[in-house]
C-alpha cells in the first residue's frame, strides 16, 4: 500500500489452482480485493486511492459510477465489497509502478484462508454500518449524559487522583 507515494507495507501470495484460471482482469480485480482485505485495519474509515495497472477495472470500480449490472458476477461482487470502504481509484502504467510488479513476481505458496471469497454477510454489515447515525457529535453528547462516563471523562482529562472512587 502507498501512503503519501512512501511504501509503508508489502504483501503478496499466489493463485491458488482454480484462480489461475480467471482471466486477466479478475486475476488484476483479485489483487486489489486481496489489498484491501490484508490492510482492512489501516484503510476502513479513511479515504484511500487505489492504483492499477489496468485500465478497465478503474470504470468498474470507480466509486462515483456505483456497482455496473453489465459486469460479469464475479466483479460485482468485489465491487459490492469495496463499496464499504472510501476510496479513489486510479490508473498508473505499468512502467510508473515496477516495485509493485516486481513483488507480484516473487512466489509465495498459498493458503487456504488466501483463496477464501469474502462473505455476503461481511459486506451487508460494512453497508449497515454506513446508515447508523453514531458520529463524533452524537458520543459527545451521550457521553455528557451519563454520570459515569461524564467522570470518567473529566478524570481523564484532568489527571486521576488515588482517592477517585470510579
Known sequence: ???????????????????RNY?????????????????????????FTL???????????????GISTTSAARLQRYALFLS????????????????ADAL?????????ADGEEFDAVDVFMLKQLEHLSLTNNNIRRETARDKILSRVY???QKG????DDI
Do not use: C
Request: net charge positive; glycine share 4%.
Open 104 to 112: 507480484s513476481r516473487i512466489p509465495q505458496e498459498s493458503t487456504e
Open 154 to 156: 473529566e478524570l481523564v
Open 23 to 47: 482471466s486477466q482482469i479478475d486475476k488484476e480485480a483479485l489483487g486489489i480485493i486481496f489489498g484491501v482485505k490484508k490492510f482492512h485495519t489501516y484503510l476502513y474509515g479513511r479515504k
Open 1 to 19: 500500500m502507498v501512503e503519501r507515494s512512501a511504501l509503508f507495507a508489502f504483501a503478496s501470495r499466489s493463485l491458488n489452482k482454480a484462480e
Open 51 to 65: 492504483i492499477t495497472d489496468h485500465m478497465p477495472l478503474v470504470s468498474i470500480f470507480n466509486p462515483k459510477k
Open 84 to 99: 464499504g470502504y472510501t476510496y479513489d481509484i486510479e490508473y498508473k502504467n505499468t512502467n510508473k509502478h515496477t516495485n
Open 160 to 163: 486521576w487522583t488515588v482517592n
